[in-house]
């Protein structure tokens, strides 16, 4: 496929490999902590932010072990379009799960703490 071809120019493989570390680090960050945190309510954040980490190691862990036997088994190209799949899957479930966006705690769920009216929430 591509990564033969791609291989030979050394600079644009450079400039994509930084930009796939940027997204790979920020796609993963920003679904696994600071989603959650704003996405579950009060009762329930720490625990559910914890699975949802956990999940994210998890996928991690499967991902990078089961990456190496594959390439061998299959050549790097394929694995590199089947991680590509993987990842479009996962920001269409991101994005389904998630809905229309995030709104504030107190309209998602009416946990306002006492002493706080809603004007001040």
């Known amino acids: 496929l591509l990564w033969t071809k791609l291989r030979s120019v050394q600079p644009l493989l450079?400039?994509?490999y930084g930009g796939t570390f940027f997204f790979a680090n920020y796609?993963?960050?920003?679904?696994t902590f600071?989603?959650?945190?704003?996405?579950?309510?009060?009762?329930?954040?720490?625990?559910l932010n914890g699975i949802s980490a956990a999940c994210g190691k998890a996928g991690a862990l499967l991902g990078a072990s089961a990456f190496s036997p594959l390439a061998e088994?299959?050549?790097?190209?394929?694995?590199m379009v089947l991680c590509g799949v993987v990842s479009i899957v996962a920001a269409v479930m991101t994005c389904l799960c998630v809905g229309g966006g995030?709104?504030?705690?107190?309209?998602?769920?009416g946990d306002v703490p006492e002493g706080i009216d809603d004007e001040q929430a």
């Open 14 to 16: 450079v400039v994509l």
């Open 27 to 31: 796609g993963p960050n920003t679904t």
């Open 73 to 79: 088994r299959w050549g790097d190209d394929h694995v």
């Open 34 to 47: 600071a989603l959650p945190s704003v996405t579950y309510s009060p009762t329930c954040r720490s625990t």
């Open 102 to 109: 995030v709104t504030s705690q107190s309209q998602n769920h």
